[in-house]
């Protein structure tokens, strides 16, 4: 990606969905468990509470998982999710390895470190294409239509027809208020994560469900924060609102659709904060990863 134009998330959206209308969607074959362990870091961990909310399963990210491991003696299986397959996963497979676990690898890159270390069967492989560092848009949608099956074709025309046309000038708005329904309170993270990814402290990015906001979450009032209420119609809270639809019976890939594909408009509005410091962030990121794998060389 670094040497073409960096694009806005709003369009990685559309290429997403394109890629995954046209993508066989694999299907996900596990020997049966008592109680799984899932665990994922970022945006791959509401990624995994998708796909694995039918599951008797703890979910913990990298800092967690051997806490978990140590104090739940019922876990007979793990499950890493890792669009990469890179950076933590590698050891994270090894440990749940060592401790006899029935392994699998959920991940885009079936050549990867942690792939390399399971048989083929137990590594469950989507599609992705490139993308600029941290926007895992093609690669957690294709992991979510394991689960949901919903068709993307369907999801763009209704960004295109339906959320395009209400997208105004987000220019003035210096906090952005998400609100969606409750059974989307799942993937909230992704959209809070979304914002910190795009515009650190710069620009101010909320989200909860409509329960949730009556519970003291607008005490304090700002005529420069904008309300965005997904699924249903705000009559109550803010003085900026704007309401934008979700299809009829969406499913969690159109939420996550919709959430980014709006801001990705906010990011194209804004300053290009992200794009001027994603590649020195990149090069920052490669170091920390590769001492931390250094340091725990025996």
Not at 27 to 32: D, G, Y
Not at 106 to 133: D, G, M, N, Q
Not at 155 to 162: A, C, E, G, S, T
Request: glycine share 6%.
């Amino acid at each position: 990606m670094s040497n073409s134009p960096i694009p806005d998330l709003n369009d990685v959206v559309i290429r997403a969905l394109d890629l995954h209308a046209g993508a066989p969607i694999p299907r996900m074959k596990l020997a049966p468990a008592r109680r799984r362990l899932i665990v994922a870091s970022g945006n791959a961990l509401p990624t995994a509470r998708v796909l694995f909310a039918d599951e008797p399963a703890v979910f913990a990210d990298e800092g967690r998982y051997a806490g978990v491991l140590a104090s739940d003696s019922g876990i007979d299986s793990g499950i890493v999710i890792s669009a990469s397959g890179e950076k933590h996963a590698p050891g994270i497979v090894e440990r749940l390895l060592d401790r006899g676990l029935s392994t699998y690898l959920v991940t885009c890159k079936p050549e990867s470190t942690a792939a390399r270390r399971l048989p083929s069967e137990r590594v469950i492989a989507t599609p992705s294409v490139p993308e600029p560092l941290t926007y895992n848009t093609s690669t957690y949608i294709g992991m979510m239509l394991v689960k949901t099956r919903e068709d993307t074709r369907s999801i763009k025309r209704f960004l295109k027809k339906k959320v395009q046309p209400r997208i105004p000038d987000f220019k003035k708005f210096g906090a952005f208020y998400l609100m969606v329904p409750p059974r989307f309170d799942g993937v909230r993270e992704m959209f809070v994560t979304k914002f910190d990814e795009l515009f650190g402290g710069r620009l101010t990015g909320r989200c909860y469900t409509t329960e949730q906001t009556m519970h003291a979450k607008t005490v304090v009032p700002w005529d420069r924060e904008l309300f965005i209420t997904f699924g249903s119609r705000n009559r109550d809270y803010g003085s900026h609102r704007l309401d934008i639809p979700l299809p009829e019976d969406a499913g969690f890939v159109a939420m996550v659709a919709v959430g980014y594909y709006v801001i990705g408009h906010i990011q194209a509005r804004k300053p290009a904060w992200f794009k001027q410091h994603v590649e020195e962030y990149k090069k920052i990121q490669e170091r920390l990863f590769a001492r931390q794998k250094q340091a725990a060389k025996p």
